[in-house]
Nanobody, 120 residues
């Protein structure tokens, strides 16, 4: 069993930055692939970024490529999402997810989400 708790969301002006964190707990969580997803009001949840268990591989949705950076610190069991040059269309609830096998696909474990609001 893996528990995930996101933090770091908030209100920021367009062009600003935020760093989201996802604290993971559970046995061998450092062996799990992890990812970030988001869901805006009235829209489906969408993929944002994924990172392999070792942190050596990552990839991004086209909409955030070059602006967001996913990283992890396995010594702290924490996943991060550094978000720069934020746009109003980045406004959403952001979720972290973990899975032992999936990498960017279906994830078994999910956090409760953290709200990010970008004002224009």
């Amino acid at each position: 069993q893996v528990q995930l708790v996101e933090s770091g969301g908030g209100l920021v002006q367009a062009g600003g930055s935020l760093r989201l964190s996802c604290a993971a707990s559970g046995r061998t969580v450092s062996r799990y692939n992890m990812g970030w997803f988001r869901q805006a009001p009235g829209k489906d949840r969408e993929f944002v970024a994924a990172i392999s268990w070792s942190g050596s591989n990552s990839y991004y949705a086209d909409s955030v490529e070059g602006r967001f950076t996913i990283s992890r610190d396995n010594t702290k069991n924490t996943l991060y999402l550094q978000m720069n040059s934020l746009k109003p269309e980045d406004t959403a609830v952001y979720y972290c997810a973990a899975d032992l096998f999936s990498y960017g696909g279906e994830y078994k474990y999910w956090g409760q989400g953290t709200q990010v609001t970008v004002s224009s």
